[in-house]
């Protein structure tokens, strides 16, 4: 038989209450321990609220035991914390308290680290939901509307019915039943309010609100029973009255735990943003992130920590959650620093960069594509891809080219390059019926007629117009013309030696900028532009040059120097040599002022073509012209420099008569001036030849458009415009309607040009911009649409060389181990930089948090 249980003393009581009262401040101070051992940040930015369910259990714990009176022995809980340390980590396993219902607060808790709720679906609540998890769904759910997906709701022939989630009024109208909802998972229906605070232990529990109610025939008669029910009322009032409570803030159960929250998750954002911030510094700087210490404990007190713990250092003098949050760090506490975080933080930003580009290639349905490849300093092979479109903004139109980011090519063959470049435009979503343009270098492997990238390319989408890179293909030009006699050769070579033998001593350089405004430049065989600085700091400063020289003659060198000065003495002091200086100068420079132009991302097909033409009508009246006046002004220069001005004589070889022969040898009447005349004329018909030859693609696309610039367009007889516009149709009868482009063209000619008489000298750019500030795309969508795919077209691939640069600065000697994925985040946010800027913070900070999640959340 059980023995009654034996009735404390009034004395004995209060020392019962004592030890009670001891116990549970013991509990209060290991969880404060605890707490503060892990700096409130043991997965502190879970989901999007930065505040871990242990904080939040922990707040309400100590809520308890502050709050608790102790009455009777018998009205005492014990609060079991069963704890277990596993990778540094504490579990609360099991949690129980309950103080009436007065108190406002139960907290009857088991934890699940490995659930994660999904607020959209009733059916994937758990039976017994803690106040937490109701919490966390109730705040997601505010405001919450989302268009209900019933295609897949069919039970027994039946499906869900939409005039179910509303009730019909005696006066007529419908109000939305917001408690209801639909669960994909168990294609169910669901109380809300009554599924969040389910009674099991009451009787005659709906299925509304424990697993869904699945019989579509008896929906009719149990939706208005359940909704008139006294249990469903007093479950839709406490579902709004929580709302409120985290909503507004205006009290309620769970007040001063929401308040702790949004503090928490308020200083967890500032000091994400600030990581953030630091982050997107360095990424678009291209500069490097990791030093040799990383350790948090060393930053300020090493030089090795690299750029990234330094500038956290230093905004956190001038940012104070940073630098609370440094202040308040332990040894193995979470703190948002390591290259791990880093790469999550490119990861998202340069996932957003990416999505806005490939949001704006797509709304503008046509475009064109670059690629170049070229290896980096691992001797892997890295290929840029660039794409070409329309933007249009609040000025117009924009023509963008925007970099997508490097693959990593295995093969450089033409089928291998071209699979990577599918299988790239695939993953990013980029149809490629919709390309119209590509440009590539002349490599056989990318412009190859047959085999080549563009043959392949072209033979899946015809549309898509191949224009080898004219910046390249005019480089090409003057590097072939530069090679068509020894003479120029030696030429070129003397100026790359003169740079070589200054630069390779710091005393003759110091001497050599002692006597020059700018230094001499060396060039490269593959930059055209670089032979001109080259031959240009020297034309400019011959004199000066010469005068270095002497100097260094008369000076103390070695003998292998005093023999290099002596030759490259005598070959600058050449009137050959001064004639070829001077003309080449002015050659060079009509070539780069192209060049240049050739190079702008924002240059059309027509405009580009109109500068190749002038530079040919400028080569081909240099040949008759320019030839001998630029033998006038070098006689001037050599008489100045007290340099003979005449052309050295070459001993004409006298060939040895065989036995037999009577004729002597032809002795050559042509004087050695006439003699460089030809070579030059010679290097001024290979350049011309060049344009002609290399320029023939773009030259027949701006053909096919020509009609469409203004001075053609408004001035070109009706017949030869219908002409034209035939033509064009034939070839982009996927884009454009025949009989609707040639009725638009003849609206168009007529009445806009009573808008604007300027359009007459508008260059095609400028009158799509007009068609759109006007909002004539609706009345003119053919034109509007021939004018797209002209812009599309591609000129140079120079926004991938461009790219290369970046990719030289990001990759270096001492960051060549960097993977291809952070390769390619930080080159996107680099070169990008323009639409990085754009990001919001708190959507970086959420999806961050949204991916770091791993446990139930508020």
Same mark, same amino acid.
């Given at each position: 038989?059980?023995?009654?249980?034996?009735?404390?003393?009034?004395?004995g009581?209060? /020392?019962?209450?004592?030890e009670?009262k001891?116990?549970?401040?013991?509990?209060?101070?290991f969880?404060q321990?605890w707490?503060?051992?892990?700096?409130?940040a043991?997965?502190?930015?879970?989901?999007h609220y930065?505040?871990?369910y242990? !904080?939040?259990?922990?707040?309400?714990i100590?809520?308890?035991?502050?709050?608790a009176?102790?009455?009777?022995?018998?009205?005492f809980?014990?609060i079991?914390?069963?704890?277990?340390?596993?990778? +540094?980590r504490?579990n609360?396993?099991e949690?129980?308290? &309950? $103080?009436?219902?007065n108190?406002g607060l139960?907290?009857? =808790?088991v934890?699940?680290?490995n659930i994660?709720?999904?607020?959209?679906?009733?059916?994937?609540?758990?039976?017994?939901?803690?106040?937490s998890?109701?919490? %966390?769904?109730?705040k997601?759910?505010i405001?919450?509307?989302?268009?209900?997906?019933?295609t897949?709701?069919?039970r027994?022939?039946?499906?869900?019915n939409?005039s179910?989630?509303?009730?019909?009024?005696?006066n007529g109208?419908?109000?939305r039943?917001?408690?209801?909802d639909?669960?994909?998972?168990?294609?169910?229906?669901f109380c809300?309010?009554?599924?969040?605070?389910?009674n099991?232990?009451e009787?005659?529990?709906?299925k509304?609100?424990?697993d869904?109610?699945i019989?579509?025939k008896?929906?009719?008669?149990?939706i208005?029973e359940?909704e008139?029910?006294?249990?469903?009322?007093?479950?839709?009032?406490?579902?709004?009255?929580?709302?409120?409570?985290?909503?507004e803030?205006?009290g309620g159960i769970?007040k001063?735990l929401q308040?702790?929250i949004?503090? =928490?998750? +308020? %200083?967890w954002?500032? @000091?994400?943003?600030?990581? !953030?911030d630091?982050?997107?510094?360095?990424a678009?700087?291209?500069?490097?992130?990791?030093?040799?210490?990383?350790?948090?404990s060393?930053i300020?007190?090493s030089?090795d920590?690299?750029k990234f713990?330094?500038l956290v250092? *230093?905004v956190?003098n001038?940012?104070?959650p940073?630098?609370?949050? *440094?202040?308040?760090?332990?040894?193995?506490?979470i703190t948002?620093?390591?290259?791990e !975080?880093q790469?999550?933080?490119?990861?998202i930003?340069?996932?957003?960069?990416?999505?806005?580009i490939? #949001?704006?290639?797509?709304?503008a349905?046509?475009?064109?594509?670059?690629f170049?490849?070229?290896?980096?300093?691992?001797?892997?092979?890295?290929?840029s891809?660039?794409?070409?479109?329309?933007?249009?903004n609040?000025n117009?139109?924009e023509?963008?080219?925007?970099?997508?980011g490097?693959?990593?090519v295995?093969?450089k063959?033409?089928?291998?390059?071209?699979?990577?470049?599918l299988r790239?435009? #695939?993953?990013?979503?980029?149809?490629?019926a919709n390309c119209?343009?590509q440009s590539?270098?002349?490599g056989a492997?990318?412009?190859?007629k047959w085999?080549? @990238?563009q043959?392949?390319?072209s033979a899946?989408?015809?549309?898509?117009r191949?224009i080898?890179c004219?910046?390249?293909?005019?480089?090409?030009v003057g590097?072939h013309?530069?090679?068509c006699?020894?003479?120029?050769e030696?030429?070129?070579?003397?100026?790359?030696k003169?740079f070589?033998?200054?630069s390779?001593?710091?005393?003759?350089?110091?001497?050599?900028?002692?006597h020059l405004?700018f230094?001499l430049?060396?060039?490269?065989?593959?930059?055209?532009?670089?032979?001109?600085r080259?031959?240009?700091?020297?034309?400019?400063?011959l004199?000066?040059v010469i005068h270095?020289c +002497?100097?260094?003659?008369?000076?103390n060198?070695?003998?292998e120097?005093?023999?290099e000065?002596?030759?490259?003495?005598?070959g600058?002091t050449?009137f050959?040599?001064?004639?070829?200086?001077?003309?080449?100068?002015?050659?060079l420079?009509?070539?780069?002022?192209v060049?240049?132009? *050739?190079?702008?991302?924002n240059?059309?097909?027509?405009?580009?073509?109109n500068?190749?033409?002038?530079?040919? /009508?400028f080569i081909e009246k240099f040949?008759?012209?320019?030839i001998? =006046?630029?033998l006038?002004?070098s006689?001037?220069?050599a008489?100045n420099l007290?340099i003979e001005p005449?052309?050295p004589?070459?001993? #004409?070889r006298k060939?040895?008569?065989?036995?037999?022969?009577?004729?002597d040898?032809?002795?050559?009447t042509?004087?050695e001036?006439?003699?460089f005349?030809i070579l030059?004329?010679n290097?001024? &018909?290979?350049?011309?030849?060049?344009?002609k030859?290399?320029?023939?693609?773009i030259?027949e696309?701006?053909?096919?458009?020509?009609?469409?610039?203004?001075?053609f367009?408004f001035?070109?007889?009706?017949?030869?415009l219908?002409k $034209?516009a035939?033509d064009?149709c034939?070839?982009?009868e996927?884009?454009i309607?025949?009989?609707?482009f040639i009725?638009?063209?003849?609206?168009?000619?007529?009445? @806009?040009f009573? *808008?604007? +008489?300027?359009l007459?000298?508008a260059?095609s750019d400028e009158?799509?911009?007009?068609?759109?500030?006007?909002?004539l795309?609706?009345?003119y969508?053919?034109?509007y649409t021939?004018?797209?795919?002209?812009l599309?077209l591609p000129v140079t691939?120079?926004?991938?060389e461009?790219s290369f640069? /970046?990719? /030289? !600065?990001?990759k270096?000697y001492?960051?060549s181990?960097?993977?291809?994925?952070?390769?390619?985040?930080l080159s996107i946010i680099?070169i990008e930089?323009?639409?990085?800027?754009?990001?919001?913070y708190d959507?970086?900070i959420?999806?961050?948090?949204?991916?770091?999640?791993?446990k @139930?959340?508020?």
């Amino acid at each position: 038989m059980e023995q009654p249980k034996k009735k404390l003393s009034g004395c004995g009581f209060r /020392k019962k209450a004592l030890e009670k009262k001891q116990q549970n401040e013991r509990t209060a101070a290991f969880f404060q321990n605890w707490l503060d051992d892990k700096q409130h940040a043991e997965n502190s930015c879970c989901a999007h609220y930065f505040i871990s369910y242990d !904080i939040a259990l922990f707040m309400k714990i100590s809520y308890i035991l502050e709050n608790a009176e102790i009455e009777e022995e018998n009205e005492f809980e014990n609060i079991d914390v069963c704890g277990s340390v596993e990778n +540094n980590r504490i579990n609360v396993d099991e949690i129980i308290s &309950d $103080h009436g219902e007065n108190q406002g607060l139960n907290v009857s =808790e088991v934890m699940n680290e490995n659930i994660i709720l999904d607020f959209k679906d009733p059916g994937t609540w758990p039976e017994k939901i803690t106040n937490s998890q109701r919490t %966390h769904i109730v705040k997601m759910r505010i405001n919450y509307s989302e268009k209900l997906d019933l295609t897949r709701s069919e039970r027994d022939g039946r499906s869900i019915n939409v005039s179910w989630f509303f009730k019909n009024l005696v006066n007529g109208n419908r109000c939305r039943r917001t408690w209801l909802d639909y669960s994909k998972s168990k294609n169910a229906l669901f109380c809300v309010p009554c599924k969040l605070f389910l009674n099991l232990t009451e009787k005659n529990v709906s299925k509304l609100a424990l697993d869904g109610f699945i019989n579509w025939k008896k929906v009719s008669e149990r939706i208005p029973e359940h909704e008139n029910s006294n249990i469903h009322k007093k479950n839709f009032c406490t579902w709004k009255m929580l709302e409120m409570s985290i909503g507004e803030g205006k009290g309620g159960i769970d007040k001063e735990l929401q308040d702790s929250i949004k503090l =928490e998750e +308020n %200083h967890w954002r500032l @000091v994400l943003k600030a990581i !953030i911030d630091i982050i997107m510094h360095l990424a678009m700087e291209g500069s490097a992130f990791r030093g040799a210490d990383e350790l948090v404990s060393s930053i300020g007190k090493s030089n090795d920590s690299g750029k990234f713990l330094n500038l956290v250092k *230093l905004v956190s003098n001038y940012n104070e959650p940073l630098r609370i949050h *440094l202040e308040r760090h332990k040894k193995g506490g979470i703190t948002y620093f390591s290259h791990e !975080i880093q790469n999550e933080f490119l990861e998202i930003i340069a996932n957003k960069v990416r999505s806005t580009i490939l #949001s704006q290639i797509k709304s503008a349905t046509y475009y064109s594509i670059l690629f170049d490849c070229t290896p980096d300093i691992s001797h892997e092979e890295q290929m840029s891809q660039v794409i070409r479109y329309v933007v249009v903004n609040e000025n117009g139109c924009e023509i963008v080219e925007s970099f997508l980011g490097f693959i990593q090519v295995f093969e450089k063959t033409g089928e291998s390059i071209t699979e990577d470049i599918l299988r790239s435009l #695939s993953k990013d979503g980029i149809d490629l019926a919709n390309c119209r343009g590509q440009s590539y270098d002349n490599g056989a492997n990318m412009a190859g007629k047959w085999k080549g @990238v563009q043959a392949r390319i072209s033979a899946i989408n015809e549309l898509a117009r191949f224009i080898p890179c004219t910046a390249h293909s005019l480089n090409l030009v003057g590097l072939h013309a530069a090679k068509c006699s020894p003479e120029l050769e030696k030429f070129f070579g003397i100026i790359q030696k003169l740079f070589n033998f200054f630069s390779s001593s710091t005393q003759r350089w110091d001497m050599l900028k002692k006597h020059l405004k700018f230094s001499l430049k060396g060039y490269s065989t593959t930059r055209w532009s670089a032979k001109y600085r080259a031959v240009k700091s020297l034309y400019l400063q011959l004199a000066q040059v010469i005068h270095t020289c +002497n100097v260094l003659k008369n000076g103390n060198l070695c003998e292998e120097a005093t023999v290099e000065l002596n030759s490259l003495l005598k070959g600058i002091t050449n009137f050959n040599f001064l004639c070829m200086l001077t003309i080449w100068n002015k050659i060079l420079m009509a070539i780069d002022k192209v060049n240049v132009i *050739l190079q702008k991302q924002n240059i059309s097909i027509d405009v580009a073509t109109n500068h190749i033409k002038g530079l040919l /009508k400028f080569i081909e009246k240099f040949r008759e012209e320019g030839i001998d =006046e630029a033998l006038i002004e070098s006689k001037q220069k050599a008489t100045n420099l007290s340099i003979e001005p005449v052309f050295p004589s070459i001993r #004409s070889r006298k060939k040895k008569k065989m036995p037999g022969e009577l004729a002597d040898d032809d002795i050559s009447t042509i004087s050695e001036e006439s003699n460089f005349k030809i070579l030059m004329k010679n290097v001024c &018909d290979r350049i011309s030849n060049g344009l002609k030859e290399r320029f023939d693609s773009i030259d027949e696309a701006a053909q096919d458009f020509s009609f469409l610039d203004g001075k053609f367009l408004f001035t070109l007889p009706t017949i030869q415009l219908k002409k $034209h516009a035939m033509d064009f149709c034939i070839k982009y009868e996927k884009d454009i309607d025949k009989i609707e482009f040639i009725l638009e063209l003849d609206s168009f000619t007529q009445h @806009v040009f009573q *808008l604007e +008489n300027k359009l007459i000298d508008a260059r095609s750019d400028e009158i799509l911009s007009f068609i759109l500030k006007n909002g004539l795309q609706d009345a003119y969508p053919n034109i509007y649409t021939a004018y797209q795919i002209f812009l599309t077209l591609p000129v140079t691939s120079a926004s991938c060389e461009r790219s290369f640069s /970046k990719l /030289k !600065i990001i990759k270096s000697y001492l960051r060549s181990t960097t993977k291809q994925r952070r390769l390619n985040n930080l080159s996107i946010i680099s070169i990008e930089h323009e639409i990085a800027k754009t990001i919001n913070y708190d959507d970086i900070i959420n999806e961050f948090a949204s991916k770091k999640a791993r446990k @139930v959340v508020f």
